[in-house]
């Protein structure tokens, strides 16, 4: 017999106002469509996209923010399967992508793919995990492979090891055998090696590739994913693969300046839109972008997380520490301003929606 849930007309959401700032706003609670479900928000992650995508103009005023989410399912679109009321789940949100967004009190989210999150995991700890999860083994799948082992001695750098996704990438290529290497700052280094990091190395450092090529053997790294690709990150870091070896890179944002690459790497966009089940086409600064619907991307999406809940529930991969923000949904305006002063580290920003006031 399954519950039922009484649901509310309206509820709270984090809206995008004018002058680029965001408040918390009434708005009609929506109801799932086919294949969707509702979800009542406990814990909403937040992440760089957040910032970004107002400041862009990616999403315009009166339109809700924020992509990572954790709560209970309440109520079922026409013809779901596979999941029920009641249940825990973490779930992902792309601007222009979805309608809704993770900021408010419920939210319609596709049924394919969700997270369960297992009883050990608390939802303030499972608020940093899907975004950061789903990125770091589809970045490494489109690399590498993943989750196939590793040949024998081979490396991937991780630059950008204390950001999210790049927690995530260590995390899952020692799963799998890879020898990995990380870039953070220096108080950093002891939790990067403390979940499976090698070597860690300072990327402030003026003889930052000299370590890692040394650390690495045999002329330099196999594979590099880029956790940052800002500020030509991934030029730099591309200089530590070795010469005879993959030369393939993965990077966190649409390549802009394309004249700037290195012709022997194969540079790839990290982006998690096909794995979601979706056909996305968009514009990003002038750059006409396309990922096409993929059955097989969206099965990879279905296992890894069923694969991820198992991971959470064993201990194999440890969730990025995380932040409770004050305010619950009021606390996102200064969140987001927090995050764009560069002051987040190892660690994800988090808001409990119970925090918030009317
Ligand atoms: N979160 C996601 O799932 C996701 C998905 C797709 C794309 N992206 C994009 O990927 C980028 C990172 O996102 P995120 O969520 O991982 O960010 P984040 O966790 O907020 O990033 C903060 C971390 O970035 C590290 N960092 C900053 N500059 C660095 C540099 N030059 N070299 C190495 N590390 C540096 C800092 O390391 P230290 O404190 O150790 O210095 C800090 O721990 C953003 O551009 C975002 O839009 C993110």
Known sequence: MSTQYTIPETHLAVIIQPNKTVAVERVPVVHPGPGEVLIKVSTAGQNPADWKVIQFDVSPPGKGVGSDLVGTIVELGAGVEGVALGERVGAVLVARLHESSAFREYVVVPSKPLIRIPDNISDEVAAGVPSGAYSAAYGLHTLLGFPLNAPFNRSILVWGGSASVGWYTIQLAKLTGWKVIATASPHNHELLKSIGADYVFDYRESDVL??????????????????????????????????????????????????????????????????????????FMGLKVYHPYSESDLLFGLDISKRIEEWLRDGRITPLPHTVRPGGLNGVQAGLQHMMDGKVSATKLVYKIADTSA
Do not use: C, W
């Open 210 to 283: 000299e370590k890692i090529v040394l650390a690495a053997g045999q002329g330099g790294v196999d594979y590099l994913l880029d956790g940052v690709s800002a500020d030509g990150s991934y030029h730099l870091a591309s200089r530590a693969l070795r010469k005879d070896g993959p030369r393939k890179a993965s990077v966190l944002l649409p390549i802009l300046d394309h004249e700037k690459l290195d012709p022997t790497v194969e540079y790839r966009r990290l982006a998690i839109f096909p794995m979601l089940g979706k056909e996305f086409p968009y514009e």
